[in-house]
């Protein structure tokens, strides 16, 4: 597609929940970042792909947050056992070159209830 | 680790003025990028300009332009004949060392009063 897409663009869900938030990149870009943006603050690194292997995965708060991009396109972020703290809008960006513009999607907002 | 400080939590402006945001950071590196986006109710940021730390001139896009002082590690936005779609937040970023990441400050709320 043309830019970044992001799938789904809200979700609400109760605690303990198991979710999956889709990210589909600009094609051909090979590197591709997950951020969580919380009310109020500027986004928070949580993982980054360049092509398949996670290149950095520091960001992630704990093990309940995993992501794959098996086949170096689409990623999916996976939350297990969700908490109201998960609770975020979540960004994906994508991008080729280092120190490169990336370029975002309009993130997927997840509401725990 | 890399800090990026923005100290305006909200600015405002009349239309056709000049207003001036004001970003800081902290590294160890050398290299380094320095990136403004800008993120409207939509959610989508979108870049706004961007500075090699190597490049002593001052980036420019448009009615966008930065002030890079790379001594002191301040790196301010100025936005010259403001517009009312210049609304939104600014958010600071720094991309530095081998990891491409981006690391945001908290960002300025920017209004345009007509």
């Known amino acids: 597609g043309a830019g970044v897409s992001q799938t789904p663009s809200n979700k609400v869900t109760e605690k303990g929940k198991y979710v999956e938030l889709r990210c589909d990149p600009i094609?051909?870009?090979?590197?591709l970042y997950w951020y969580r943006q919380s009310l109020g603050q500027g986004p928070e690194f949580l993982i980054y792909?360049?092509?398949?292997?996670?290149?950095?995965d520091s960001g992630l708060p704990n093990d309940r947050f995993f992501a794959v991009r098996p086949e170096g396109s689409v990623s999916t972020l996976k939350i297990q056992r969700t908490e109201r703290g998960d609770s975020a809008v979540y960004l994906c960006?994508?991008?080729?070159?280092?120190?490169?513009?990336?370029?975002f999607g309009e993130g997927s907002r997840l509401t725990v209830l | 680790a890399q800090t990026v400080t923005q100290s305006q939590p909200e600015m405002s402006v009349q239309e056709a003025e000049t207003v001036t945001l004001s970003c800081t950071y902290d590294?160890?590196?050398?290299?380094?990028?320095l990136f403004w986006y800008k993120q409207p109710p939509s959610r989508q940021m979108i870049l706004v300009i961007r500075?090699?730390?190597?490049?002593?001139q001052n980036a420019t896009e448009n009615r966008f332009s930065v002030n890079f002082q790379k001594a002191a590690k301040s790196f301010s936005l100025k936005i010259s004949d403001s517009q009312l779609g210049d609304a939104a937040m600014y958010f600071c970023?720094?991309?530095?060392?081998?990891?491409?990441?981006?690391?945001f400050g908290k960002g300025t709320l920017l209004t345009v009063n007509p």
């Open positions: 960006a994508s991008g080729g070159l280092r120190g490169g513009e990336l370029f």
């Open positions: 094609s051909g870009h090979t590197a």
């Open positions: 792909f360049q092509g398949t292997g996670a290149a950095d």
């Open positions: 590294t160890s590196e050398s290299d380094y990028y």
């Open positions: 500075q090699e730390a190597y490049k002593q």
């Open positions: 970023a720094y991309s530095g060392g081998s990891n491409y990441k981006l690391t």
